[in-house]
């Protein structure tokens, strides 16, 4: 995602789920409905999945202040052994 564009475009766009609920509306009265249903289900997946790793993402980066070390994710590799 972050080489195409920004974490913060990846979730600004909210009419995404919103045109996949209405071109599921819209399939449901179609002949080959179950195709349909699936591939905007399909769809939907993937939408929402994008969403949510942009979301994530963007979370865990503006989380991270001068004040508090970073998440253990984010931060150095420890060199402490167990």
């Known amino acids: ?19 996949c609920f209405f071109l599921l ?6 002949p080959d409905w179950l195709r349909w249903t699936a591939a905007v289900f399909w769809l939907m997946a993937i939408v929402s999945a994008t969403h949510d790793i942009a979301a994530d993402g963007f979370y865990m980066l503006g989380s ?3 004040t508090r070390p970073p998440l253990p994710a984010f ?3 420890s060199t402490a052994s167990a």
Do not use: C, Q
Not at 11 to 16: F, K, L, N, R, V
Not at 25 to 30: C, D, F, K, P, R
């Open 1 to 19: 995602m972050d080489l195409i564009k920004t974490k913060r475009l990846w979730i600004g766009p909210p009419g995404g789920p919103g045109l």
């Open 25 to 30: 509306a819209a399939a449901l009265h179609m």
């Open 64 to 66: 991270v202040s001068a």
């Open 75 to 77: 931060g150095p590799p």
